[in-house]
């Protein structure tokens, strides 16, 4: 644009000066109210409301000076710049709480619902906002209610889960209505919880969480039920915690154990799976001088086997590959596998064995052992009785300490094809 007029140019020039003056006086005015405000004074942030009235943030700051002076509090004043604050930045749910708790501090509860609920409305995912609404809640009786916004801050954030958790169980103490109104349908804050009641033992609790779970059509890590299976397991309770395993078979998380010739009741005992170090299936407990662990260049059946590996500088006592299996009392069972040695110095080599998990002395056998470096694969088999209290037992890859003076065990081993077989009940009366 071309300005030929000698009077409309210099009018341009003076407009541009004033917009730039303008401009000027509202950046200064702005920048002194923001250093005013970083000393948190009523007269500063007074100040700063002053030089910068269209910031809702001021009278927030100085509506909590007043609300929380510990030597002149005046909460009338506060309740008016939290106002101030709403009618400025009415879509900050933030200044709609600060108000709503200076309105309940004077005993205006129903105006405080009334905020309360305005702001979950400007913020109903989130669990900052959530959870302050939620203890608000809570503080005056209001369980259900609160329930509801607690449960907002479970579905959205880990941060609060055992605080949530220990102050549901003290206002509530009703697993029931815990479950249904507080704990949302979201498989990380079951897990949470589920571990929050397993770790107070809190197991017929734990039990309803886990039925929740176990009926989502969502898939999960197997490994997210460790600690509880591993917990029922401390506790003597193998049946409740194998159901557990039970349905994570049943949801296609773990593989199913097989056996061309029946039940077998050892889980991945052809070794084709990864070794889950959890629940019911193998564990290895790391030892130094021995590396235990899958081995795909030597097997029995295609195409992995456990291979164990020892240095030759220790006499062990080696019990720490094992898998834990639920049993009958009473009842006779059949152990097989299949072993391969190569270089097993000492006369007490790797063998498999069997013992009650909770009493030892009730039952503990031993198949007998593999030294040497054998010609191929071979069958090694154990029959044994539980007694009569035997629900849990501990299958292991185990090597006992030698008494001779040579006696430091080197050589490997490798185990493969486990099977576990109850006997007929008809022969399990025999002794």
């Not at 593999?370 to 501990?394: H, Q, R």
């Not at 001779?404 to 002794?431: E, M």
């Amino acid at each position: 644009m071309t300005l030929r007029s000698r009077f409309a140019q210099r009018s341009l020039i003076f407009f541009l000066i004033a917009v730039f003056l303008l401009a000027t006086a509202w950046i200064g005015k702005t920048y002194v109210a923001n250093r005013l405000s970083h000393t948190l004074t009523i007269h500063n942030l007074r100040l700063a409301s002053q030089y910068d009235p269209g910031n809702a943030a001021y009278h927030v700051q100085l509506g909590r000076l007043y609300q929380y002076s510990v030597t002149n509090a005046r909460p009338k004043q506060a309740i008016e710049q939290f106002r101030r604050a709403v009618e400025l930045d009415p879509y900050d749910p933030q200044a709609w709480l600060n108000l709503a708790a200076a309105l309940e501090f004077e005993g205006q509860t129903s105006q405080a619902e009334k905020y309360l609920n305005h702001a979950s409305t400007l913020a109903p995912n989130l669990p900052i906002y959530q959870w302050t609404i939620g203890n608000y809640f809570l503080l005056h009786g209001n369980t259900q209610e609160a329930f509801r916004h607690l449960k907002v801050v479970l579905a959205g954030s880990r941060e609060y889960d055992q605080t949530v958790f220990n102050v549901a169980w003290k206002a509530s103490g009703d697993a029931h209505q815990i479950l249904q109104e507080l704990i949302p349908n979201d498989l990380a804050a079951e897990f949470s919880y589920l571990d929050y009641l397993t770790s107070l033992q809190k197991f017929p609790e734990a039990a309803a969480v886990w039925q929740r779970i176990a009926a989502s059509p969502k898939n999960f890590d197997p490994h997210q039920t460790a600690a509880y299976i591993d917990a029922l397991l401390r506790a003597q309770h193998p049946g409740k915690a194998y159901q557990v395993w039970a349905d994570l078979e049943d949801r296609g998380l773990i593989r199913k154990p097989t056996n061309e010739n029946g039940p077998n009741l050892i889980t991945n005992g052809d070794f084709e799976d990864n070794l889950s170090q959890m629940g019911f299936g193998w564990r290895i407990i790391p030892v130094v001088g021995v590396y235990a662990g899958l081995d795909t260049s030597t097997f029995h059946s295609p195409g992995h086997s456990l291979a164990v590996q020892f240095s030759g500088k220790q006499n062990l006592d080696y019990r720490q590959i094992y898998q834990f299996v639920k049993v009958s009392p009473n009842r006779n069972y059949h152990l097989q596998a299949f072993m391969k040695t190569e270089g097993i110095t000492t006369d007490s080599g790797p063998r498999l064995e069997v013992r009650d998990a909770y009493n030892p002395p009730a039952l503990d056998q031993f198949s007998e052992d593999a030294t040497g470096t054998s010609e191929g694969w071979n069958l090694v088999n154990l029959d044994f009785k539980t007694g009569p209290k035997t629900d849990l037992i501990i299958v292991a890859l185990a090597r006992l300490p030698s008494k001779k003076i040579d006696n430091q065990i080197a050589g490997r081993v490798w185990l493969d094809d486990v099977v576990l077989t109850p006997a007929p009940a008809s022969d399990s009366s025999a002794p």
